[in-house]
T-cell receptor
Framework: NAGVTQTPKFQVLKTGQSMTLQCAQD?????MYWYRQDPGMGLRLIYY???????DKGEVPNGYNVSRLNKREFSLRLESAAPSQTSVYFC???????????????FGPGTRLTVT | AQSVTQPDIHITVSEGASLELRCNYS??????LFWYVQSPGQGLQLLLK??????LVQGIKGFEAEFKRSQSSFNLRKPSVHWSDAAEYFC????????????FGTGTKLQVIP
């Protein structure tokens, strides 16, 4: 079991360039998430997908789009990168079933993105 | 506003000393509560969680946390810190009734000195 994998590990973009961060999980989890981590701000939810075919905005969705390609994969796209999007991005997954206690999230190793 | 507060940005303890990391939340109902640890350059790993029942919960790596409803707190403790515990610790709150909308605190960075 690889758990949650993310590619790439590092990326440098120029302002205005686009890119897609890839995330995959092999735990058959229903829910997947994208967070960004900035110094002194903890993790902030960008988008999440409660199940295949659905996506919802989190706390900081502006400037991002997501695709839940299938149950395993959840990608994050920056259409026109800005320096404010310099951050470490984490993907996570969890198994959630309605009416049951929440399950913990499993995190990938992160992607460090710098926008110049 | 609803929030999760970790008042200590950075804590330094000696190896073998006890540790307490503070976490307070400001949600109306009792939320689901978590502590995660992040080692340098790594993703987050769950230490422990509280849903209901016994207010003292045990986690991995010898950590425990106590939920105190009257103080809206969920402090993390360890009786004897090891050098390998040096990391950043995040308190998190699911305030959506189990639907995984989690808010993280800003983190406490733990330094362990010999």
């Amino acid at each position: 079991n690889a758990g949650v994998t993310q590619t790439p590990k590092f990326q440098v973009l120029k302002t205005g360039q686009s890119m897609t961060l890839q995330c995959a999980q092999d735990m058959n989890h229903n829910s997947m998430y994208w967070y960004r981590q900035d110094p002194g701000m903890g993790l902030r939810l960008i988008y999440y997908s409660a199940s295949e075919g659905t996506t919802d905005k989190g706390e900081v969705p502006n400037g991002y789009n997501v695709s839940r390609l299938n149950k395993r994969e959840f990608s994050l796209r920056l259409e026109s990168a800005a320096p404010s999007q310099t951050s470490v991005y984490f993907c996570a997954s969890s198994a959630v079933r309605e009416g049951l206690p929440v399950y913990e999230q499993y995190f990938g190793p992160g992607t460090r993105l710098t926008v110049t | 506003a609803q929030s999760v507060t970790q008042p200590d940005i950075h804590i330094t303890v000696s190896e073998g000393a006890s540790l307490e990391l503070r976490c307070n939340y400001s949600y109306g109902a009792t939320p689901y509560l978590f502590w995660y640890v992040q080692s340098p350059g790594q993703g987050l790993q769950l230490l422990l969680k509280y849903f209901s029942g016994d207010t003292l919960v045990q986690g991995i790596k010898g950590f425990e946390a106590e939920f105190k409803r009257s103080q809206s707190s969920f402090n993390l403790r360890k009786p004897s810190v090891h050098w390998s515990d040096a990391a950043e610790y995040f308190c998190a709150v699911d305030h959506s009734g189990g639907y995984q909308k989690v808010t993280f605190g800003t983190g406490t960075k733990l330094q362990v000195i010999p």
